[in-house]
């Protein structure tokens, strides 16, 4: 196999898994610096190979500072070097920002340097800074939150629409939209907000199953600030979407029984006062 494989790196110097199948034989066989050697000759043919430069990452952990700046200007859009360059223990706040910098230069859709690199910053330049992160990473559902809490209520409401635009799928969103209409007094809006998630979102999808708006709701109520118009409005509206179906009080009462487990009293109160108004008339 070893002469097979040194046969075809003769062959082939620039496939990097030739190189990296040779050093993992010796390294199967306890042959560290032969498993060293092939692994620095590979890389000297294939210097972009991510796959060469993670095996000898992981196993040169004690010399890994030296390894890894080498590493980043060969291959400077790999998530996996830039994250273990990150991890490096003694590493100063301003290097860290500084090495946050130089992996968004190259990384600018990875929203999680953004983040980092926001909390290392002074508040003053954290608003600017969220501001371009959502520019670069618009799906992100925690970057809009984080933004959305920055502004007032106009601002704040603008966002939201272009957050709605962008991910329409997205519950977070909607909740989001929810609380900040009720935190602000603003009921009629708070109906329109319930009107239009029950008609964008598409309950058939799997990502987006009735049970899932049913936790969102028992969140609500778990809040510090109990957002009790939302959690009436919009378990009224799923009530009312379900009415006509056969199999309605059950399905509800199922539901029921977990938001008592769960120990959340509004929902449970609201649900029933929804399904008796309809058995009412």
């Given at each position: 196999?070893?002469?097979?494989?040194?046969?075809?790196?003769?062959?082939?110097p620039?496939?990097?898994?030739?190189?990296?199948?040779?050093?993992?034989?010796?390294?199967?066989?306890?042959?560290?610096?032969?498993?060293?050697?092939?692994?620095?000759?590979?890389?000297?043919?294939?210097?972009?190979?991510e796959?060469?430069?993670?095996?000898?990452?992981?196993?040169?952990?004690?010399?890994?500072?030296?390894?890894?700046?080498?590493?980043?200007?060969s291959?400077?859009?790999?998530?996996?070097?830039?994250?273990?360059?990150?991890?490096?223990?003694?590493?100063?706040?301003?290097?860290?920002?500084?090495?946050?910098?130089?992996?968004?230069?190259?990384?600018?859709?990875?929203?999680?340097?953004?983040?980092?690199?926001?909390?290392?910053?002074k508040k003053?330049?954290?608003?600017?800074?969220?501001?371009?992160?959502?520019?670069?990473?618009?799906?992100?559902?925690?970057?809009?939150?984080?933004?959305?809490?920055f502004?007032?209520?106009?601002?704040?409401?603008?966002?939201?629409?272009?957050?709605r635009?962008?991910?329409?799928?997205?519950?977070?969103?909607?909740?989001?939209?929810?609380?900040?209409?009720?935190?602000?007094?603003?009921?009629?809006?708070?109906?329109?907000?319930?009107?239009?998630?029950?008609?964008?979102?598409?309950?058939?999808?799997?990502?987006?199953?009735?049970?899932?708006?049913?936790?969102?709701?028992?969140?609500?109520?778990?809040?510090?600030?109990?957002?009790?118009?939302?959690?009436?409005?919009?378990?009224?509206?799923?009530?009312?979407?379900?009415?006509?179906?056969?199999?309605?009080?059950?399905?509800?009462?199922?539901?029921?029984?977990?938001?008592?487990?769960?120990?959340?009293?509004?929902?449970?109160?609201?649900?029933?006062?929804?399904?008796?108004?309809?058995?009412?008339?």
């Amino acid at each position: 196999m070893k002469n097979y494989l040194i046969n075809q790196v003769n062959i082939y110097p620039y496939n990097e898994y030739f190189w990296f199948s040779l050093a993992k034989l010796e390294y199967s066989s306890f042959n560290y610096s032969a498993y060293i050697y092939f692994l620095l000759k590979g890389l000297k043919k294939c210097i972009t190979s991510e796959l060469l430069w993670k095996e000898i990452i992981r196993f040169k952990s004690k010399s890994n500072f030296k390894i890894l700046n080498y590493a980043i200007k060969s291959i400077p859009k790999s998530i996996f070097v830039w994250d273990e360059l990150l991890k490096i223990k003694n590493n100063t706040k301003s290097h860290l920002r500084n090495l946050l910098i130089r992996a968004l230069f190259y990384l600018p859709t990875q929203s999680k340097y953004w983040k980092k690199l926001i909390t290392l910053e002074k508040k003053s330049i954290q608003k600017t800074l969220l501001y371009r992160a959502i520019e670069c990473c618009p799906k992100d559902i925690e970057l809009w939150e984080t933004i959305i809490n920055f502004e007032k209520y106009t601002c704040s409401k603008k966002l939201l629409n272009i957050a709605r635009n962008i991910n329409p799928k997205s519950l977070k969103i909607w909740i989001f939209a929810l609380k900040l209409e009720e935190s602000n007094g603003n009921i009629n809006n708070i109906k329109k907000v319930i009107k239009r998630l029950i008609n964008v979102l598409d309950f058939e999808t799997i990502d987006l199953k009735r049970s899932h708006i049913i936790n969102f709701s028992q969140s609500l109520e778990n809040e510090y600030f109990i957002y009790k118009k939302s959690i009436k409005h919009l378990l009224h509206q799923l009530i009312k979407k379900d009415i006509k179906l056969q199999n309605c009080v059950s399905k509800w009462l199922g539901i029921i029984s977990e938001t008592i487990k769960n120990g959340c009293i509004l929902n449970t109160v609201y649900i029933f006062k929804s399904l008796l108004s309809y058995f009412d008339k």
